[in-house]
């Protein structure tokens, strides 16, 4: 195990109703001007962007909205959010949504108080400075509501990036697992594969004697197979939707990481994807993470057989243990199609042709690797996109 | 599952060497003049104490020291801690040690800003205000590094006493499971056992739709399944202690525990027998557990069975599911043998003819019931008391 630093700091609100706490939240947290930031339809339909400002007035605590966010937030809008805060004098980010509208208001956040380009951050420069985030979810998927990142795609060149840094962990979050009951069916599922996908580039590491890590890895995907089914089917299920609610939260605010070197080589090489398709990240995902199984396995059979064995429930094979990594990956690819995810290119439209933009957009410049995992080439990705064909 | 709040907000610096960190963290917390508070013997014997006291004097910051800390620690010395802070102007405690200093500290901090005698708060009076605590963890037990709560022995009578309250959680925590290398192996088993008993109190609910919270309770019961056999036969081996380090604090920051009434009896029930005897309380819940298991299992028997399968690897015995429930709790208790943990009131020198003493002493006062899973009666314990001679 690797030396770490955990810091977790956000006040979780979860269950039903807690939508109505946020402006009590949102005070106890100190904001007096607040920003509401949103995407668009479900939020207004629903009638839960009317609660959420109801809540605000019952404080008395002013605010202002912004909606509009798309999934993979894009850069234009957060220029747009910068400058009304500014204006409004706004002091409290309160996005309503799921990892897109939380994403974006991340980037706000930070660049409110920056005088140069917020995009900066996402080019490397150390955040020093933020506006404090509140949350409220109705998507259980990006783990953003716990997280410390945020991922925004630049319009210009398509160029999705992301920022790490302890102050952009939320405040506060409120988790109400009724307001996922209304998902479809493919969004739940989406969002179902990113949360696996969390845990799976934490899961595979070359670090050893991270017992601790690998069980809660475990425990956050065998609650995820038992329980995303039931969510497909019973789509008003509260308990399978608590239960997965809070998994994206686990799986992503690095409880189920530290001590370990990471991986996050698919996550890069699915935002490609995502970018220029705009498929759902999550379906991206799906696509990629067998792919990859499949092209790395052979560094770590063990680690393989170890989920294998401990997740998707095979019998290990002692003579043979590739054939009970191969049935792990197999199971997982199973269970992807099970819940309605696509696993080929063919299936979202991609095409074979886009591979050499896609590779090179991920910008190693031909020298460079990604993953720590296994260190992938620009060829080692063009062969994994291949293998998803 | 139930609605739930979770803040666990202690920023935790994990891994060899981050004792001489401390004073770079009271500074990051504010701390401007420390209570350097530990037990006596081990911590100064190893240099740790200099340590800590050099990465203090490096940052300017003053510190004034109590030390005799026992275990199961007692009011007395914190009355004269409360004292002393006063007279010095102490604004941050940083006990180094075990659950016991980390407690006591806890207890200064209430204690401080209080007019009245801080043992109000440990007969209900709501915590409003508490003086930052830092801590350096001696040991993998109490938890008490990511918790919210405090357990003091009021000399008079011998009461023991908890206190839970998130003002208590600590700013940081700095854990260095070098510094557990050096336990003798009934330490580190008794600690070990505290651990499982933390998840156990959690693990065993009536609340229904907690997939989630039960798979992180078992992914802590295999940690210590698999990593504490390796730290008492190999004291040295770094990723045992590391995995246990961690796991520990896991287990009681109550990640595990959320969304689900819990039950806490054993401990209550446990509290007694060290409050009497003065036996390690790991020693006594190793006494306490498996007996308490034994009385309760037919209130729900799935569950039993589920932790059987789980954790102890039984296979279920379709035809008789008792059977495997029982083999589980046979596990657990050869488990407790087997890491040289007393599981009889003979083995601590505890007297059945102390047994209504230490019923009479829970407090139930004829009527009450002590627990959630099942509601016990005073008779019920004088009955589990008996099951554990």
């Known amino acids: 195990m690797e030396n770490f630093t955990f810091f977790s700091p956000t006040y979780f609100v979860f269950g039903k109703g807690t939508e109505s706490e946020a402006g009590k939240y949102v005070k106890k947290f100190g904001g007096t001007k607040v920003l509401l930031h949103y995407g668009s339809g479900s939020v207004i339909k629903s009638g839960l962007l009317d609660r959420v400002k109801e809540s605000l007035r019952a ?33 409290f980010l309160l996005p309503v949504g799921g990892g897109s509208a939380i994403d974006s208001a991340k980037a706000i956040a930070m660049g409110v108080p920056y005088e140069g380009d917020f995009w900066d951050f996402y080019e490397g420069k150390p955040v020093e400075k933020a506006l404090p985030v509140g949350t409220v979810l109705t998507i259980a998927a990006a783990g953003s509501e716990g997280s410390e990142s945020t991922v925004i795609t630049k319009e210009e060149g398509m160029l999705k990036r992301g920022v790490s840094n302890d102050l952009l962990r939320p405040v506060f979050s409120i988790l109400n697992p009724e307001l996922t009951c209304t998902l479809p069916a493919y969004q739940t599922a989406a969002g179902a594969t990113d949360i696996m996908a969390h845990v799976f580039e934490r899961y595979f590491t070359n670090t050893t004697e991270v017992e601790v890590t690998d069980r809660l890895c475990e425990a956050m995907l065998l609650t995820m197979v038992n329980e995303v089914p039931v969510a497909i089917a019973e789509p008003m299920n509260y308990g399978a939707r608590a239960n997965i609610m809070w998994a994206g939260m686990v799986s992503h605010n690095n409880i189920c990481g530290v001590g370990r070197k990471q991986d996050w080589s698919s996550h890069a090489i699915e935002h490609e994807l995502s970018a220029l398709y705009d498929v759902a990240h999550g379906a991206g995902l799906a696509v990629i993470f067998p792919a990859w199984m499949k092209y790395v396995m052979h560094h770590d059979i063990n680690r393989f057989v170890q989920v294998a064995v401990r997740v998707w429930g095979c019998r290990l094979n002692e003579a043979n243990p590739e054939e009970t990594a191969k049935e792990g990956i197999r199971r997982f690819e199973q269970f992807l199609k099970s819940i309605g995810m696509p696993t080929s290119f063919a299936e979202i439209g991609a095409k074979k042709e886009d591979i050499p933009f896609m590779v090179k957009n991920i910008g190693l410049q031909g020298t460079h690797t990604l993953g720590s995992f296994v260190k992938l080439t620009e060829k080692d990705i063009a062969n994994i996109y291949e293998l998803a064909l």
């Open 59 to 91: 404080q008395n605590i002013p605010f202002v909205e912004l909606g509009g966010v798309k999934p993979n937030p894009r850069s234009g809008l957060v220029y747009e959010g910068i400058g009304l805060c500014r204006q409004e004098k706004v002091d």
